[in-house]
């Protein structure tokens, strides 16, 4: 695994970009029969007609990640380590570590420490081209650290202020030690209708639609996509 660490990083930094180029609409038909051409020499997908049922992504779409995923780490898989490197590079003035440690857990459906490539499409399938409904449910279990299927305000402290280590010094307002509280108090005040310290998935996604401000806040993950 230590050997393709590089390499990996180089895939899905690639992949990322033909994932920008097929949201944004700028991947040409040309540009994706190229790509199909060379992804049927080198690899050939499993279960792309399961994979492509279980996504918002076309069977051609699919191809093309896979070759950028699976071509340059032909391990298949990405590691916590490499996955942070990654996600890094998206956020250079600040710490990423924390947040890109819990945006793993939440790729990582199977807890067993690496993210396979139909875990990482299924994913982005649902933060990308998901119903709102369905981004907020996998954000609920981002936030929800310990599986236990409620957010607390400790859990819900470690993603916030995993956020503005992110964002570093970009971060507004400036960082002070209680802002995270202060935010985590102000959303738990909208979402804990029974007020009874903990936040079901149902509270989750009715406040977050009641309140648009507080919608954007939840979905950070897509503004790095």
Not at 137 to 149: A, K, M, S, V
Not at 160 to 174: E, L, N
Not at 194 to 220: H, W, Y
Request: glycine share 6%; hydrophobic share 35%; net charge negative.
């Amino acid at each position: 695994m230590a050997g393709c660490t590089s390499r990996c990083r180089q895939g899905v930094l690639k992949f990322i970009q033909s994932l920008r180029r097929l949201v944004s609409g700028t991947l040409s038909k040309d540009k994706v029969d190229d790509e199909l051409e060379m992804t049927m020499v080198c690899h050939r997908p499993e279960g792309l007609d399961q994979l492509e049922a279980q996504t918002n992504f076309s069977k051609q779409e699919l191809q093309v990640l896979y070759r950028g995923f699976k071509n340059e780490c032909p391990s298949g898989v990405v590691n916590e380590e490499t996955f942070k490197h990654i996600y890094a590079q998206f956020f250079p003035h600040g710490d990423a570590s924390t947040y890109a440690h819990y945006l793993f857990n939440a790729f990582d459906t199977t807890n067993n420490g690496s993210i396979k490539f139909e875990e990482f499409v299924m994913g982005l399938s649902t933060l990308l081209r998901g119903t709102v409904r369905e981004k907020l449910e996998w954000t609920f279990h981002l936030y929800d650290i310990n599986r236990d299927g409620y957010i607390n305000k400790e859990e819900m402290t470690e993603i916030v202020r995993a956020i503005y280590d992110m964002m570093g010094k970009y971060t507004y307002p400036a960082l002070k030690g209680d802002v995270p509280k202060q935010h985590v108090d102000a959303f738990f005040q909208k979402m804990d209708k029974n007020k009874d310290g903990i936040v079901t998935l149902e509270e989750f996604i009715t406040a977050c639609q009641e309140d648009e401000n507080m919608m954007r806040s939840m979905q950070l993950f897509e503004n790095v996509m």
